[in-house]
Structures are given as C-alpha cells and as structure tokens.
C-alpha cells in the first residue's frame, strides 16, 4: 500500500469511464466513474474500486461465516448470518443423516455453527452448507463481532496478521467473513486477543498495521 | 400579533441581521451514536437536529416487502421540548408527512435495488426546532446514510426559500415563517441538480418562483460542501 491512498464520498468523480473500468463501489453515469459509498479509492489492472469504511456485511457465494440457529424447521434451519437477509440450511446440506422433523437433535436454536455460503439468488435468498471440510457446529469458545468491513485487516495480507495473533495468544480461531470470530483458549489469554482485536478495529484505515501490532503484542506479552 | 406590527425587513437587512440571500450558520458532527450503523448530529442555526441510520436489515412485516428493491423508511419525531409550548409527543399529521417526503426525497438517490427485500432504516429526532427542521431533517439524514456505508448516487442537500415583505429570502426564521407570504422548502442532488423534494406553502408569481429556486439551488450547493467536508474530516484525519 505504497500508492496515495484518498477518501472518497458517494458521488466523487473518479474519472473517465474511457480510460478506467468503475468496479466495486463505483457506478458510471454519462462516461464519468462516480464513487457510489464513502471509502478509499484504489486503482488495479484498470478498475476503480472503493474499499468501504462502513457499511453491513454483504454476502457472497462461497464466504466462510459464522451463523447462529435462530429457527429449526421439519427439514431445515433458518440461520442468523449477521446479513440483511435470513439464510436457510438445508437437512441435505449437513454432514449428518437427519430425520425428517428430528432437525433439533442436531443443531438447537441458540448454537453456532461454521459453515459456507452455499447460493444467493436473484432476490437475495440465501442457502448454506456445511458439507465442506472446516464447517462444524461449534462446541466451545467465544464468539467476537466486529465490523465486517475490518475482516480483511484482522486476516492480514496473506494471513500475517492472524498469524501473528495465533503466535502470540496460543488460541485457536476462526474469523467469518461477516465480522464474527470465534476464539478458543485459555481466558486470559482469550481476554488478550480481544482487546488487540478491538485495537485493529479502531485503526483498521491506518498504514502499517502489521507491524505496529506485533509490537504491541510483543510488549503485552511480557 | 398582527402582521403589520411586526416588520421583517428593514433596510435590507432581515430580523436576525441576515441579507436575503445569507443562510444561518451549520455545523455536523459525523458518527456521533456507537449502535447505529450511521449518525449525524446537525447545528443550523437554532435547528438541533440527530439522526441514525440502521441498515440496509431485514424489513418486518414481511407482506412491506419488495422482490426487486429496498425500502428507506424515514421517521422524522419532534421531542416534547423542541417548541416554545410543549408538543405532544408521538406521531401526528404533519410529521407523518414529514417522515413520508423525507423517505421519498433519500429513496431518489440510494441503491434501493442492491438490496431486494431489505429496509434502511432513518431516524431524524428534533431536539431543538426553529423553522426550517424538514431541511436541517434532510441534509442530516444524507449524512447519516453516507456514514452507515449506503451506495447512493450523491449526498442530497436541502435548504428553503420564501417571501417576506415582498422579498425573496433563503433560510427563514420562524418569525419569517410564521408572518411571511410565502415558504419553498426544496431538496436537490447537488451533483445532477434534480430535484428530490419541492413544496410551497403560501403564493409566489412564477418570476419569483424561477430567481427563488436558482437561489435556492446555489444555497443547497453550499450546504453539500459543508456536509462533504465534515465526512471528509471525520475519516481524513486519521488517514495516515
């Protein structure tokens, strides 16, 4: 991130639809590039992007999240993914054989579960599965929501920065793409991950995050 | 108090010292709630006015639903103490009409179609009211919304204009709107121009309505500078 990074609002121009591509964030309107929501600017291979600042947490197929049971139907679960919309999991869709109507000896209202975006349609209906490996009903721990849009800070550039908080907290965690993570480990040390947790939060829009993190877990630790 | 008693205008200047083509003065403060998604608190001369936005979430009941966009569902509320007598708290016809052209001026520039099914919640709570609350209402809900992250196509301002004494002054007072001949709130999107909320209580001749809406459009240009820096403020700072 060594290029000049700027601020944007919902209808800055961003440039000439001719030269540059609008991406995400961004729509075009008579050949000019507008920003569509407030957040940085960034340029790659041709597209004008906007990585938001705020905003909830958006879904797509394939994203690993963290959902709790909010409804267990004859043959499926309706599960709270922190989107705007309900998503729903299907008895086929576990990796259990279950019963028809016997759905609540597996999942209960009130338990978490990991699991992967499975299908969104048109109207933004979502379905989940849990057949992958790493999906899993979760047992223990504690469950941290943060804003979605900081996700991507808390993993880091190719997982350094979740490295970084697995080497220094000794904890096993997981982070879903909709701003839950779960953490387990022992308490104190569990109490140690969420305050550095909530400190990237805070200074998520910064430069240089990586590093001034491993120094402040370094002096923590003592 | 009779009308004639009291004169608006004397010597070019207006009852609060202001030339006719001056606005009061505004200032917002941008994510100032922790639990909404996004806050605005606004200042516009003795207009005190706080919104948040919760949303784009899931809109109840479920028959309020549309397949193919979202709802902005707008609520304007004045508080008990806002005015000089106490106002009955609770919705009533003239906020029900507020909350319903506020929803419909912000519907004109969000995304609704990005989020089928969904509902964007907008709170506008009046603490402190003096004339002109549906404008101060609108430019602070447009801020709130750019907090909250919301895809729109630009940052809506809102400021009115009216007759007093035969003369055409932006802004009023509520001296001025009470005793005036006439008042013209307006919403536009300052980038295209189009307008998003006209209405006009009382009578102007159609001369008067065309130099009062080009003065009322540059008043609505200034006013998205203002919101479009303390945005920029509240994120720039921080921006290594």
Not at chain 1, 77 to 94: E, F, R
Not at chain 2, 77 to 91: C, L, Q, T
Not at chain 2, 185 to 192: D, E, F, G, N, V
Request: hydrophobic share 35%; net charge neutral; proline share 4%.
């Amino acid at each position: 991130m060594t290029e000049k990074r700027t601020i944007v609002i919902p209808g800055t121009v961003l440039g000439d639809a001719e030269q540059k591509k609008p991406g995400v964030g961004t729509f075009r309107e008579n050949n000019v590039i507008y920003a569509s929501r407030l957040g940085i600017k960034v340029e790659k291979a041709g597209y004008v992007n906007i990585i938001p600042l705020s905003g909830v947490y958006n879904p797509h197929v394939g994203d690993n999240v963290i959902g709790i049971i909010t409804e267990c139907q004859l043959s499926s679960w309706m599960v709270d993914i922190n989107a705007p919309y309900p998503a729903m999991l299907h008895v086929n869709q576990v990796p259990w054989k279950v019963d028809f109507g016997s759905t609540g000896e597996y999942l209960y209202v009130g338990d978490s579960i990991i699991c992967k975006i499975g299908l969104i349609d048109e109207s933004k209906k979502i379905e989940l599965s849990m057949e992958d490996r790493g999906s899993r009903k979760i047992d223990a721990g504690i469950i941290l929501e943060i804003q979605p849009q900081k996700v991507p800070r808390v993993i880091g550039k190719n997982g350094s920065m979740i490295t970084l908080l697995k080497k220094y907290s000794n904890c096993w965690m997981f982070v879903g793409q909709n701003g839950r993570i779960c953490i387990k480990g022992e308490s104190d040390r569990v109490d140690f991950i969420v305050e550095a947790i909530r400190k990237i939060e805070k200074e998520a829009h910064t430069v240089g995050l990586t590093s001034r993190m491993e120094q402040f877990l370094k002096e923590r630790q003592k | 108090m009779n009308k004639n008693e009291l004169q608006l205008i004397k010597k070019g200047k207006r009852i609060d010292g202001r030339r006719p083509d001056e606005i009061r003065p505004i200032d917002i403060q941008v994510g100032i709630l922790n639990r909404a998604d996004g806050s605005c608190y606004l200042e516009w001369g003795g207009n005190k006015v706080i919104v948040a936005v919760y949303g784009p979430r899931e809109l109840l009941p479920k028959h309020q639903q549309d397949s193919t966009r979202a709802k902005v569902n707008a609520t304007y509320n004045m508080a008990a103490f806002s005015v000089e007598d106490r106002k009955r708290p609770g919705p009533d016809r003239r906020s029900r009409e507020i909350s319903k052209v506020t929803s419909e001026a912000l519907s004109g520039v969000v995304f609704t179609e990005q989020f089928p099914r969904a509902t964007i919640d907008v709170y506008i709570e009046v603490l402190d009211a003096q004339a002109g609350t549906r404008c101060a209402g609108i430019t602070a809900a447009a801020v709130a919304l750019a907090d909250a992250g919301i895809p729109m196509r630009d940052i809506p301002a809102s400021c009115a204009v009216g007759k007093v004494d035969d003369t055409l002054v932006l802004d009023l007072t509520k001296e001025e709107d009470n005793y005036g001949q006439a008042d013209m709130p307006l919403a536009i999107s300052p980038r295209t121009e189009e307008i998003l909320l006209l209405q006009m209580d009382g009578h102007l001749t159609m001369k008067e309505f065309n130099t009062g809406l080009e003065l009322v459009i540059d008043a609505c240009k200034k006013i998205s500078e203002i919101q479009k820096k303390s945005l920029l403020n509240k994120y720039g700072s921080s921006l290594g």
